[in-house]
Each structure stands twice: as structure tokens, then as C-alpha cells.
């Protein structure tokens, strides 16, 4: 069995982990803050649907953005090819969304 | 693990070496089989609707039987002929060319091949059970919803437990191509069949969830009754057309895309000149890999999506012909000026480029929404696919076979009978469906199963069938190569004085491919040191042990259980102790993957001094 | 040179699920994976947006969602991606207990959210008869929120399966690369996620 408890980590390394946990930290305020005021929004019925519709989808995509750069990392290095992937997925499920969306019933 | 490769082994020694082989060359052989016995039996179909069709009025078959077996022509031939057969060169191919001892992920590559075997059965299966799908290989909702028996449903489970294996393909060849290139091996120093891979790969990626998605949604519907296509409760059967295109249009991308690749490839060889233009090449494949996903509704123009839609979908489909004929004109004026050899593998080159272009032009012309209100579902239609994808991808195929047959096998695919096979093959492929073209025009309309006396397509519909006739012939004349190549002298390790690394090993190579991983020094790698170094490789690490992964019996277990599934989803319908294989089935498959999760797997390691004793 | 030392090493890499070839290949591997997962579920999101005013004579989005219920299910969701960030980041650190602390919360967390899902689907049912049957709308709510719930159902499964394979092996370079594997995977399902709160319930109560 391994013995975990000789296997060192660089000390340098475990500022840069602790430094960057806190971005995390604060990402993840700032999600559950787009989340409240998207849940609010809609809870307490003040805007109109032209306006809200479109600020939710931002606020959507505001907080995936953070999920993706931060939770996952895709800021750091080597991380090009994960991100070219991913935008084409999402102009991939742009086009799929567009089309069902609105070539469907009209 | 024995490092001497001349032991003579049983035919059950081999049969399970096959069985649980994570090997990407052994794999090559599975798909080639598997592919081809399937390419058969399209082809055999293929006969049969043309036999139908050789007169009016004819009654070989009933109408019910043709509907079933177009559908099964064109499901066979397009994901269980064409894909497997390029998974094949693929598998095989690849790894060598960029320098690599296997794939990514050798465990899913077994895997991806065990689905997509276990799902072809599965469909084929229902001509024994009550009868195929006949829905086309399009299988449009309001159709499929109601068409009685269970074809249908083995359509849906067929393809989903195959489509799970060629996603997995696909992600295998990219993260390949990603992370195993051999030391010097830029991205822009790859040859063009990897890159043409690669850029199909990412099409599989993104194409595939949503077949993924369309047929959970006819299956929901059929078995489970649910309204995603029933008008009475709201449904719209729009919606299947839209996803089965939006897969279905990059799919037609992904059977050609590999085969350009690999043209460049042999056109350059067989020049003796390198790729004209590689950087237009590659962007241009690119390009095309991206419109295609933005022109899927130009298979529904006459749908009623209105004409802003068409307008937009009948523009990007004339723009795809850009980048196309930007590659067209880059194979000619590679050959230009060249020392030409014309080999079988030549000759399917040659011809793949008039019949291709053919093809995309008349592409371009049902590309015009309003023309195409005329042409929708007539055999112009035919024509123009069964052009590109016969005069495209499978000319490709032959062609890729006939080169890197030696590399697979070890034998050279004879090459006198070879070009009988293509000038057979490519005379009946003109006769049968340059006529369609017209017959299409006079008003001939798809998927009839008869066409009628005094309309005037008697003479075209009888060359048509002359022409399958005479393709059959050019297919077993490849059989019957494929059969006395097997008693022919071992090939060397480069037969046609190749450009390309895959020619730098033996044939076949060695089981871990490279003893040390290869120095690359440029576009066309082996080319260079030919003409300025000695001829070899220079190895770009030291003699070291070789980490290679262990054979395992799992994936074929996993593909067994999903295909014992599918027999209780499509069944559970009619009675309810069906349940039994389906829940058996799936905890089987899940169990599977339990335990290879559990297991430890680390593979072994060819030690050095073994790989010292073996000749280069 | 043995193949276990070399996944035992005695300092540990700054990212460890990185360091062998085999963990760099998963690691694309599964990015590679959710690009595809994206066009999936946008699928199922494009059926359901054609299809959910198609309502039968049934109850339809603004009446039928509760976003209290809604709400606390995204808090959880949200938090146990925090928890397995947390998780990730004690495994850089090479504690491999605190990893495991952290993952078991991101469980319980991964369950309390579909034990909600579960009350809500059976609260539709029961209250209002809005089945995956009674309408085109109801298929296509139950397929897109239904789907993404298989998703965490199969995250858990993996979750639970990770964590009792390797509590007796602890943390090397063959299994670093398994549980970034599942917090990639786990993040992601939030962000599918994050559009089905915003687009299927939010957008449902606006109208």
C-alpha cells in the first residue's frame, strides 16, 4: 500500500493552490449573487418579459462562464483545445437551438 | 506477451486474440470485416431493388418488401458499410502516421467496434423477425410512428447501440491526434488523411447527439407513449427532421471527409510531387467541415419552412462547393507536372475526380431551393447521392484499400486483377445512376416500388439495372483478389515508395509499431530523409521498454449485454416478461463497466532487451 | 523500473491528474466528451422550447413551476460544485482525506438535489396529472429535466464507485486523473444546469 504520508508537495505550489482557491471561492459568490437576482426577478414580477428574457439568458451565460473559466479551469494554460471544443459545441447547439426553435412552428 | 512473431498459433488461439484485442491495427481488421460483410449485404439489396425496378409493373417483390429493403440498402450502407470500412483505414492508418504505438484509448476503440457490430446485427436481425424497417433510411416521424411491427424499433435500437460506438470512435482519433504525435510532429506537418480524420472526428462529435437524441425521442414515442411527434397531442413531426438532418448532413461530410484526405495522400504519391497548396487544403477541409453544419435544411426545402429559411440554407449549400472545388483544382495541379504511376489505387483516384465533381454539381443544383421543389424525391435525388457517396467515398475505399493494403496485411492486392475491378465497377456505376439523373427529370419519383407502362422510363430503369449488374461483378472480382492475395509474396515495408511514416515500419508493422518513437523533420517526413538523409527515420528518444496495454474480453461482453437490451426495449411492448433481457441485459453491460473500473489496468511493459534481440 | 513506483512518486507533481500520458489523454478526453454532451442537451432544449406551449389542455409553464422548490435545488447543485472545487483542490494538495471528506459531501449534496426532483416530478404527477404522457409538453419537460437528472443519478453511481474503489489504494497518478475526470463531469451538469433553471423554469413563470 502506498505511503501517502512521505509524498511531499512543493510549498510554493500549495500558495498558488490556496491563492487560486479563493478565486474560486469568490466565483462562487458571485454565481449564487446572478442566481438570486435572476430568481428575484422573476419572483417578484417588476420587469416586462421583453426586457427579463433576454437579462436571465445573460445572467445565464455570465454564470456558466464562471463555472466554465474558474470551476473548470478553462483560463489556465493548455486548456486551448478543451476551450475550441467547447465554443463548438456551443455554436453546434446554437444552430440545433435556432432551428428547432424557430423553423419548426412557423 | 511473445515478442517472436513467427509462432504459429491455432485458429482458436487467433479467434480470441481477435476477440479481446485492443490492438488499433487488429481493430483495422474487425471493421474492414465487419464492414465489408455488411457492404455486401447492401449490395445485395441494392440488387434486389434494381431487379424489382428492371420493368414496369414488375412484382419480384412485394411493395411492403421494397420499402424494406431500400431502407435497409441505404441504413446498411451509409452506418454500417461506409463508416465502418473508413474506421477501418482509420484505425489502421492513423497511429503510423503521426508516429504513434496505438490510440488514446484502446479499451473504447475495442469497444466502439463491439457496439457498432452488436448494433448491425441487432438491425439485421429484424429480417428474421417480422420484417425491417421501412421507414427509409430517414425514417421521418409521422411514418415511423405508426408503421406496424416492430421494424421500426430495431431500426432505433440498432443504430442508438452502433451511433454509441462511432461517437466513441470519434473521440478516441481526436484526443489521438491531439496528444500522440511523435516528437517534430507539428500539426501542420501532419499528413492529410490524419487531418482529414481528425476534422471528421470533430463532426462526429458534435453530429452524433443529435441522431442520439432523435431516435430516444421516436423510441419514447413508439414504446413509450409519449407526444413528441403526435399532432393529436400537441407533437410536431418537424422536429425529427430537423435533428436526423442536423446529424444527417455532417454524416455525409463525415463519409467523405477521410477520403479527401487520403486522395491527397495518394495523389501526391503517385506523383512523386509533394501536396500542391497543403495549407489551402487543410483550411479548405476545415471550411467545409463548418458549412456543413449550417445547410441541414436543404434536405426540407419543400417542408414549408418558408422562403427566408430556404434562402439562407440554399446559399450556405452553393458556398460548400467553394472550398470543394478549391480541393479539386489542388489534387490537378498536384499531378501536374508529376511523374505519374498509374496503380489500381491510381486508377479509383482518376476516376473518384470527374464522378465526384459530377456529383457536387449537381449538388449545387438542388441546392437552389426553387429548382429543388421539382427535384425533391425524384431519383434525381438518387443520382446526385449515390454519386458523390459511390463516386466519393467508395472509390475512396477501394482506393484506400488497394495502398495500404500491404500495410494492413503484408500482401500487395493484385494489381492486374484490381484494375479490372475499377473499370468494371466505374462503367456499371456510370451506367446505373447517370441515367437516374434523367429518369429523374422525366419525373421518376423515389421509393415507389414499381414505375408504370407507357411512361417512358422502361429503357433507362433496364440500363440502370445492367449497370448494378455489372458493378456486382467488379465487387466479386475484388472478393475473389482479396481471396488469392492471401498466397501472395510478403510485401516490403514501403511498396510504393511512400511520402509518409506509415511506410517508414514494416509491413505489417510490429505490434507496438515503433521501437523508438520516430524524429519528424518535416511535411512528408519519410520524403525527406530519402532525399536528403539516408533514407530512415531518425529515432527521437532512447531504446527504452515499451509501455503497452493488456487484451480484455469486456468490450465484447459490454456490446452483448446493450445488444441482449435492445431485444427486451423493442419487445417489452408486446409482453411484459420481456423486461427480463432488458434489465438483465443493461445490468450486464453496466456491469461490465463496474468491473473494469474496479480492476487496476496498467498494462505491461516490453522489456528493452527483448526489443534489442528484434530485427528493425 | 517499476510501473507502480512510477505512479507513487515522492514528490507529487503540481497537477498530478496531468502528469502521466494516460491522465493528459482523460483529461481531453472528457472535455472532448462534454463538447458532444453540449449539442445533446441543446437538442433536448430545442425540442422543448418548440414543444412547450403544446399543452393539451393541461396545465402550462406559468402555472405548473414552483420556483421555491427550484431555487433550493439550484442552491444545492451550485454548492456541491463548490464542494468538489474544494475536493480538487486538497487533491493538488495531496490530501487525500480531506479529498474524499469533500467528494462524500458533494454526494449527499448530488442526493438531496434528486431527492427534490423526485418530490417535484411526483407533486406534477399526483397534483396537476401532468405525466410524460398527457402531452406533448409533459414529453418534452420530463425528457430535458429527466435526462439531466439520469445525468446526476450516473454521476453519483460514478461518484460512490470512485470513492469505495480507492479508499484502501489512496491518491497516485493512475487514479488523480479518475477524479478530475468526475469533477469535470460534475460541473458541467451544473451548467446544463444553470440554462434548465433559467430557460425551463424561469423563463416558464415569465411566459
Not at chain 2, 446529424?247 to 467523405?256: K, R, S
Not at chain 3, 432544449?45 to 433550493?72: C, M, R
Amino acid at each position: 500500500m502506498p505511503d501517502l504520508v512521505n509524498n511531499k508537495v512543493n510549498s510554493y505550489q500549495k500558495q498558488k493552490n490556496k491563492n487560486e482557491m479563493k478565486k474560486q471561492v469568490i466565483s462562487f459568490a458571485l454565481m449564487i449573487f446572478f442566481t438570486l437576482i435572476a430568481f428575484i426577478i422573476v419572483g417578484t414580477g417588476s420587469m416586462e418579459k421583453m426586457f427579463a428574457v433576454p437579462v436571465l439568458f445573460i445572467l445565464a451565460v455570465v454564470q456558466v462562464g464562471f463555472q466554465f473559466y474558474y470551476f473548470m479551469h478553462l483560463k489556465d494554460k493548455d486548456h486551448e483545445m478543451p476551450a475550441v471544443m467547447i465554443y463548438g459545441g456551443v455554436w453546434a447547439a446554437l444552430l440545433t437551438i435556432a432551428g428547432l426553435g424557430v423553423i419548426t412552428w412557423w | 506477451m511473445s515478442t517472436t512473431a513467427t509462432q504459429k498459433r491455432s485458429i482458436g488461439a487467433v479467434l480470441w486474440d481477435y476477440m479481446t484485442t485492443i490492438d488499433h491495427k487488429k481493430i483495422a481488421h474487425l471493421y474492414l470485416i465487419g464492414g465489408g460483410f455488411f457492404f455486401i449485404l447492401g449490395g445485395l439489396e441494392a440488387v434486389v431493388i434494381r431487379i424489382q425496378l428492371i420493368k414496369p409493373d414488375n412484382d419480384f417483390i412485394s411493395a411492403g418488401l421494397y420499402n424494406q429493403m431500400i431502407t435497409m440498402h441505404g441504413t446498411t450502407m451509409i452506418f454500417l458499410a461506409a463508416m465502418p470500412i473508413i474506421l477501418a483505414l482509420m484505425n489502421a492508418v492513423l497511429p503510423l502516421q503521426i508516429g504513434a504505438r496505438d490510440v488514446a484509448f484502446p479499451f473504447l476503440n475495442s469497444l466502439g467496434f463491439w457496439l457498432f457490430m452488436f448494433g448491425g446485427i441487432l438491425l439485421n436481425c429484424s429480417w428474421f423477425l417480422g420484417g425491417a424497417p421501412d421507414g427509409g433510411w430517414t425514417s421521418y416521424a409521422s411514418f415511423a410512428l405508426t408503421s406496424p411491427g416492430h421494424g421500426i424499433d430495431f431500426y432505433v435500437m440498432g443504430l442508438q447501440i452502433a451511433g454509441a460506438g462511432t461517437l466513441m470512435g470519434g473521440i478516441n482519433f481526436l484526443v489521438t491526434v491531439i496528444n500522440m504525435r511523435a516528437p517534430g510532429m507539428t500539426y501542420m506537418r501532419m499528413p492529410l488523411f490524419t487531418w482529414a480524420s481528425f476534422i471528421t472526428s470533430v463532426l462526429i462529435l458534435f453530429a452524433f447527439p443529435a441522431l442520439t437524441v432523435a431516435l430516444f425521442l421516436l423510441m419514447f414515442d413508439r414504446m413509450f407513449g409519449s407526444a413528441f411527434f403526435d399532432v393529436t397531442m400537441g407533437g410536431n413531426s418537424v422536429i425529427w427532421q430537423h435533428l436526423f438532418w442536423i446529424f444527417g448532413h455532417p454524416e455525409v461530410y463525415i463519409l467523405i471527409l477521410p477520403v479527401f484526405g487520403l486522395f491527397s495522400d495518394l495523389f501526391s504519391t503517385f506523383s512523386k510531387k509533394r501536396l500542391f497548396g497543403y495549407t489551402a487544403m487543410v483550411f479548405a477541409t476545415m471550411l467545409i467541415a463548418f458549412l456543413g453544419f449550417m445547410v441541414w435544411a436543404h434536405h426540407m426545402f419543400t417542408v414549408g419552412l418558408g422562403p427566408v429559411a430556404n434562402s439562407i440554407f440554399a446559399i450556405g449549400t452553393m458556398a460548400i462547393a467553394v472550398p470543394t472545388g478549391i480541393k479539386i483544382f489542388n489534387w490537378l495541379l498536384t499531378m501536374w507536372g508529376g511523374n505519374i504511376k498509374i496503380t489500381a489505387a491510381m486508377l479509383w483516384a482518376l476516376g473518384f475526380i470527374p464522378s465526384f465533381t459530377i456529383g457536387g454539381m449537381t449538388g449545387v443544383m438542388l441546392g437552389s431551393a426553387v429548382a429543388d421543389y421539382q427535384y425533391h424525391d425524384t431519383y434525381f435525388v438518387v443520382a446526385h447521392f449515390h454519386y458523390v457517396i459511390v463516386g466519393g467515398t467508395v472509390f475512396g475505399v477501394f482506393a484506400g484499400l488497394h495502398y495500404w493494403w500491404p500495410k494492413m496485411f503484408g500482401r500487395i492486392l493484385h494489381e492486374g486483377l484490381g484494375k479490372w475491378t475499377f473499370w468494371l465497377f466505374f462503367i456499371g456505376f456510370h451506367l446505373t445512376f447517370f441515367i437516374q439523373h434523367f429518369l429523374g427529370l422525366m419525373g421518376m419519383p423515389r421509393r415507389y416500388w414499381v414505375f408504370l407502362e407507357g411512361q417512358e422510363l422502361d429503357l433507362g430503369n433496364w440500363i440502370s439495372t445492367m449497370g448494378a449488374f455489372l458493378m456486382s461483378v467488379g465487387v466479386i472480382m475484388f472478393l475473389i483478389n482479396v481471396i488469392i492475395t492471401i498466397k501472395s509474396p510478403k510485401a516490403p515495408a514501403d511498396p510504393w515508395d511512400g511520402r509518409t511514416l506509415e511506410w517508414a515500419i514494416s509491413s505489417p508493422p510490429k505490434f507496438y509499431n515503433f521501437k523508438q518513437l520516430p524524429l519528424i523533420r518535416g511535411l512528408d517526413p519519410l520524403w525527406i530523409e530519402k532525399t536528403e538523409g539516408n533514407g530512415k527515420i531518425p529515432p527521437a528518444e532512447p531504446l527504452d521498454d515499451v509501455h503497452m496495454p493488456n487484451n480484455t474480453f469486456l468490450p465484447f461482453l459490454m456490446s452483448l449485454g446493450f445488444f441482449v437490451a435492445g431485444f427486451g426495449f423493442i419487445y417489452q411492448t408486446d409482453h411484459k416478461l420481456m423486461l427480463l433481457p432488458l434489465y438483465i441485459g443493461m445490468a450486464f453491460a453496466l456491469g461490465c463497466m463496474a468491473v473494469r473500473s474496479f480492476k487496476d489496468d496498467l498494462g505491461y511493459y516490453i522489456k528493452k532487451e527483448d526489443l534489442e534481440r528484434e530485427a528493425d | 523500473m517499476s510501473h507502480e513506483d512510477t505512479l507513487n512518486p515522492e514528490v507529487m507533481p503540481n497537477e498530478p491528474e496531468k502528469a502521466t500520458l494516460e491522465g493528459k489523454n482523460k483529461f481531453i478526453g472528457l472535455w472532448f466528451f462534454l463538447g458532444g454532451e453540449t449539442v445533446l442537451f441543446a437538442s433536448l432544449f430545442g425540442t422543448y422550447l418548440a414543444l412547450k406551449n403544446s399543452t393539451n389542455n393541461g396545465p402550462d409553464t406559468q402555472e405548473l413551476y414552483g420556483l421555491g422548490l427550484v431555487f433550493l435545488m439550484t442552491m444545492i447543485l451550485l454548492t456541491s460544485s463548490l464542494t468538489s472545487v474544494y475536493a480538487m483542490y486538497h487533491m493538488k494538495n495531496n490530501d487525500y482525506k480531506k479529498m474524499q471528506l469533500w467528494l462524500a459531501i458533494t454526494a449527499v449534496l448530488g442526493l438531496g438535489f434528486l431527492a427534490c426532483e423526485l418530490y417535484e416530478f411526483a407533486h406534477y404527477i399526483t397534483e396537476y396529472g401532468f405525466t410524460f404522457r398527457s402531452s406533448a409538453f409533459g414529453s418534452a419537460f420530463y425528457t430535458l429535466v429527466g435526462f439531466h437528472g439520469g445525468h446526476v443519478i450516473f454521476g453519483l453511481c460514478w461518484l460512490i464507485s470512485l470513492m469505495i474503489r480507492n479508499a484502501k489504494r489512496g491518491l497516485n497518478l493512475y487514479n488523480a486523473p479518475k477524479f478530475n475526470s468526475f469533477s469535470l463531469y460534475w460541473h458541467f451538469i451544473d451548467v446544463v444546469w444553470v440554462f434548465i433553471f433559467t430557460v425551463v423554469y424561469l423563463m416558464g413563470k415569465v411566459g
